[in-house]
T-cell receptor, first 113, second 115 residues
Framework: AQSVTQLGSHVSVSEGALVLLRCNYS??????LFWYVQYPNQGLQLLLK??????LVKGINGFEAEFKKSETSFHLTKPSAHMSDAAEYFC???????????FGKGTMLLVSP | GAGVSQSPSNKVTEKGKDVELRCDPI?????LYWYRQSLGQGLEFLIY????????KSGLPSDRFSAERTGGSVSTLTIQRTQQEDSAVYLC?????????????FGDGTRLSIL
């Protein structure tokens, strides 16, 4: 069984500040890990994914995440927040065989001027 | 190219009625997934298709829910005798194939409201 825990349902940052969204996972097999972003009234857009290999993964819009097996974490970061980053972010873990996704509860990122 | 298309975008219906939600995946994508997004439960997996077959229906919440896929393309999610707890956004996703690192591409969802 797999599960994902996202710490903090809401995170507020100022424009230009560091963004850190936390994700911890539980999986009985080596995981595939994903971050998705959802803008209002839209579907989910893939930001980045970890499958194998390099543990620091770079995604779109300047986001990156680091897979830390010892900490079972996959935190999402961005050095400098932009107003357009305001959205809801979902961390997900995949069953490697079927690729069905198990999502965290989501973190709403609020960016103030 | 075209992304995943879902229709209708919004559906309001009375309790007890049946509803059909449609998903048109990206052309050439053999895998198709249905998820439900609700305030109380977050994002939940419902069912997935590989081609026209559904190897995993474990996420369907009750026997009032069913889904089919024809021609390896369009899928329909049907909810019979709708209940208020069925109110949610139903999201469809497709990928080139199941397994490995194929990313899922999501549609904008159908917002279902049961009165």
């Amino acid at each position: 069984a797999q599960s994902v825990t996202q710490l903090g349902s809401h995170v507020s940052v100022s424009e230009g500040a560091l963004v850190l969204l936390r994700c911890n996972y539980s999986s009985s097999v080596p995981p595939y890990l994903f971050w998705y972003v959802q803008y209002p009234n839209q579907g989910l857009q893939l930001l980045l994914k970890y499958t194998t290999g390099a543990t620091l993964v770079k995604g779109i819009n300047g986001f990156e995440a680091e897979f830390k097996k010892s900490e079972t974490s996959f935190h999402l970061t961005k050095p400098s927040a932009h107003m357009s980053d305001a959205a809801e972010y979902f961390c997900a873990v995949s069953d490697r065989r079927y690729s069905t996704l198990t999502f965290g509860k989501g973190t709403m990122l609020l960016v103030s001027p | 190219g075209a992304g995943v298309s879902q229709s209708p975008s919004n559906k309001v219906t009375e309790k007890g009625k049946d509803v059909e939600l449609r998903c048109d995946p990206i052309s050439g994508h053999t895998a198709l997934y249905w998820y439900r997004q609700s305030l109380g439960q977050g994002l939940e997996f419902l069912i997935y298709f590989q081609g026209n077959s559904a190897p995993d229906k474990s996420g369907l919440p009750s026997d009032r829910f069913s889904a089919e896929r024809t021609g390896g393309s369009v899928s329909t999610l049907t909810i019979q005798r709708t209940q208020q707890e069925d109110s949610a956004v139903y999201l469809c996703a497709s990928s080139l194939e199941t397994g490995n690192n194929q990313p899922q591409h999501f549609g904008d969802g159908t917002r279902l409201s049961i009165l």
